[in-house]
């Protein structure tokens, strides 16, 4: 089922830092929120539906597994989505090699230039990395970019190659801040120097988020659910209008890139601790030409049960750009977990890719 959630009110989706009264002062909102954020909320709402006994461990496993195993859950998304009538249009984060095309308004893809051509230019990139991403000619990438989405038409027109207009995040959502102050629970007065700041994500009208859940039966058309901090609600609607996935050039072309649509994690950090192989099937190689990439995500949070924070891991953000090329045919494996490039948590998100050719 595809599912479109909408604010009843106001968001707050933290970010993987730690906020502890006196240790830090300010939290600040993702959107969308990590897909470990709303399998939560999927997964409390399915113990509604098949009227589980929340005091009964043994029951919440067999419904929808335990902290480390989802069980039957497949989860794609969330991605920020409008209303537009029957269904709804999804929107994804400016690709990290995209660069505006003079005033025009648009985007366009940096292009890879081997390393050796660039001898002047002082880079981060490792040995192994073949190419570097370089502006087309009369292309300004000097300057920072804005807070832009593609709509998923958009996007698949950059995946092609194609010039894409992007949406300003500001016509999506707005990000609201609140002041607040810590009290001692033994006097309920306010505590000294336990001033903190909030940031709450209020969506635009008609503006949501899209998730896809398979596994799980009997939900109802709509409903309400508990979603992110401070125990906000969403209502959801089921879509009539599924909307599916791209799916992946089967095989893939001699030259593609992976665009990352949610976080994905690695044990090598940016890159598998291995090799690539593990996510690529068929007669011959696959090699990794060159990265555009915005530093790093941390993803946490908190165990309810120990009373203690997650283990903190960094993940490749959404919106990271890798150009690979294929030496004879290849194709995504199909024995992936959600079709997911990623090493952990695939079963409720993390890794989405859509592959383009360049």
């Given at each position: 089922?595809?599912?479109?959630l909408?604010?009843v ?23 969308p929120p ?11 709402y ?5 009227g ?14 335990t ?7 497949r ?26 095309d003079?005033?025009?308004k648009?985007?366009r ?23 570097l ?50 009290l ?23 503006v ?24 906000r ?14 799916a ?10 992976v665009y ?7 044990g ?18 696959v ?16 165990d ?5 924070p997650?283990?903190?891991?960094r ?16 194709r995504?494996n ?17 890794g ?7």
């Open positions: 089922m595809e599912l479109f909408e604010a009110d106001v968001w707050l989706f933290r970010d993987g830092r730690p906020f502890d009264a006196g240790a830090d002062h300010r939290a600040i909102s993702m959107f990590y897909p470990s954020v709303v399998q939560g909320a999927i997964r409390s399915h113990l509604v539906v098949r589980v006994d929340w005091r009964s461990p043994q029951a919440i496993a067999e419904a929808v597994g902290a480390d195993n989802f069980g039957s859950l989860m794609r998304g969330p991605f920020v989505a409008r209303n537009e009538g029957d269904t709804v249009g999804r929107y994804f984060p400016l690709p990290a090699d995209a660069v505006p003079g005033e025009s648009l985007y893809p940096l292009h890879p230039r081997p390393l050796g051509e660039t001898p002047r230019v002082r880079v981060s990139a490792p040995p192994d990395l073949a190419a991403l370089w502006p087309p000619t009369g292309v300004d990438s000097g300057r920072d970019q804005p807070d832009q989405w593609l709509h998923e038409d958009e996007l698949l027109k950059y995946l092609r190659g194609e010039p894409a207009a992007a949406t300003a995040g500001h016509t999506l959502f707005a990000r609201e801040h609140r002041t607040g102050v810590s001692d629970s033994a006097t309920r007065t306010a505590g000294e120097g336990l001033l903190y700041h909030v940031e709450f994500i209020r969506p635009q009208p008609g949501g988020l899209w998730v896809e859940v398979n596994g799980y039966e009997g939900w109802p058309a709509e409903g309400l659910v508990s979603l992110g901090g401070e125990g609600s969403a209502r959801f609607r089921r879509l009539r209008t599924p909307l599916g996935w791209p992946p050039p089967d095989p893939l072309p001699q030259r593609f890139k990352f649509a949610t976080p994905a994690y690695f090598g950090g940016w890159r598998p601790r291995g090799s690539w192989a593990s996510f690529f099937t068929g007669a011959g190689t090699t990794l030409q060159a990265v555009a990439l915005r530093g790093y995500e941390t993803v946490g949070g908190f309810l049960a120990g009373n203690r997650k283990p903190a891991r993940y490749v953000p959404a919106g990271s750009v890798y150009y690979f090329t294929v030496d004879g045919q290849m995504l199909p024995n992936l977990l959600n079709g997911a490039i990623t090493e952990l948590w695939p079963e409720v998100g993390f989405q890719v859509i592959i383009g050719e360049w």
